[in-house]
């Protein structure tokens, strides 16, 4: 059965500070990889996904992820965050149907 | 392009009751999928449609829960009776086809307290 780990519940950063959020995945078949993020009130919204190709992808607002097949690793990385990146984080893995989640991530950045 | 409906945005009811939810997806998209978000915890899914056929319903309580989606096109979930710890937010998510690297859209979500 699929699985997605995220080790860091509830991370506070000031401003400008670096971020990065780990995600592991446990599925030897196809890999699509993705993270979602929901700001406080909104819906669920996609910030990045890596299906094949380059390891390192990039999405929206700044964010990367690489995806490194050896550690079952697809970590969320930004050079410096904003207080509006404020949210819920969550990796998301799917094989030929819907998708895991892991448990999420809370991020507070305070300004 | 119109987002994801889902109404109602909030429910309460009592133990032992029933309630239905509804899901309109994105024009065009033939996958529709049913998530319960427990606080703490990431989505889980509950169904997924392909049209009008079900894909995927291995984690669907069946003894109180179902769901369809008639013309393939907008889809209800219900619940009869709710227990305490149906308690969640209930995601309704579409995409243009199944699993694979397609994104999926999400819908506000439908916020069930049962006291």
């Known amino acids: 059965a699929q699985s997605v780990s995220q080790h860091n519940h509830h991370v506070i950063l000031s401003e400008a500070a670096s971020l990065e959020l780990g995600c592991n995945y446990s599925?030897?078949?196809?890999?699509?990889l993705f993270w979602y993020v929901q700001y406080p009130g909104q819906h669920l919204q996609l910030l990045l996904k890596?299906?094949?190709?380059?390891?390192l992808v990039k999405g929206i607002k700044g964010f990367e992820a690489e995806f490194i097949k050896s550690k079952f690793s697809f970590n969320l990385r930004k050079p410096s965050v904003q207080w509006s990146d404020t949210a819920e984080y969550f990796c998301?893995?799917?094989?030929?149907?819907?998708?895991?989640f892991g448990s999420g991530t809370r991020l507070q950045v305070q300004p | 392009e119109a987002g994801v409906a889902q109404s109602p945005r909030y429910k309460i009811i009592e133990k032992r009751q029933s309630v239905a939810f509804w899901c309109n997806p994105i024009?065009?998209?033939?996958?529709l999928y049913w998530y319960q978000q427990i606080l703490g915890q990431g989505p889980k899914l509950l169904i997924q449609?392909?049209?009008?056929?079900?894909?995927?319903d291995s984690q669907l309580p069946k003894d109180r829960f179902s769901a369809e989606r008639l013309k393939g096109v907008d889809s209800t979930l219900k619940i009869q009776p709710a227990k305490l710890e149906d308690s969640a937010v209930y995601l309704c998510?579409?995409?243009?086809?199944?699993?694979?690297?397609?994104?999926?859209?999400f819908g506000p979500g439908t916020r069930l307290t049962v006291l």
């Open positions: 998510a579409s995409s243009l086809s199944g699993g694979g690297p397609n994104e999926q859209f």
């Open positions: 599925y030897g078949g196809t890999v699509n």
């Open positions: 890596y299906f094949s190709g380059d390891p």
């Open positions: 998301a893995h799917t094989g030929r149907r819907a998708l895991t």
């Open positions: 024009s065009g998209h033939a996958t």
């Open positions: 449609f392909q049209n009008n056929g079900v894909v995927d």
